[in-house]
């Protein structure tokens, strides 16, 4: 009989610390899923941009000298608005830079102008 009730112990013990956690689990959901955002601007570079713009966003020399710009380069980060960079994702740019309205929501093209930003703060 001993051991058993050691057994039953042990497990009120282990169900008492999970119902314990459970809260904690549940109030960093919302916090994780707000990391996840950032997680999914630059997961999708990687996917749908980095083909073509490079993984550091600097750009590939066959497109640069079909005028595609360097976002590391300040004076590119300085002469576009957040909105205009929206605007180019969305609506493409020219020839060669593709409209992706159809392909992302305008909340995954949202989170991709952090994304360009950040190749400008290195
Ligand atoms: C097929 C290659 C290609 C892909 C894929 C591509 N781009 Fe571009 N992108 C270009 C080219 C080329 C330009 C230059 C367009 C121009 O000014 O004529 C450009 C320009 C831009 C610009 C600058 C627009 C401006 O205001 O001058 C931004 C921002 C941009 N791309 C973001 C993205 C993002 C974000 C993605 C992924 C969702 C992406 N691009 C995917 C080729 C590409």
Not at 78 to 90: G, V
Request: charged share 15%.
């Amino acid at each position: 009989m001993k051991p058993t009730n050691v057994q039953r112990m042990k497990l009120a013990i282990i169900s008492t610390a999970l119902l314990l956690l459970l809260p904690f689990v549940i109030l960093r959901t919302p916090v994780s899923a707000a990391a996840g955002q950032d997680q999914t601007g630059a997961a999708l570079y990687g996917q749908k941009c980095a083909g073509c713009h490079g993984k550091g966003g600097q750009g590939m020399p066959m497109w640069k000298e079909k005028g595609q710009p360097d976002f590391t380069s300040a004076s590119f980060q300085r002469s576009r608005t957040d909105a205009q960079l929206i605007e180019s994702i969305t609506g493409g740019k020219g020839q060669f830079m593709p409209a992706f309205k159809n392909k992302l929501s305008a909340d995954q093209i949202a989170s991709l102008a952090p994304v360009i930003r950040s190749f400008g703060h290195k």
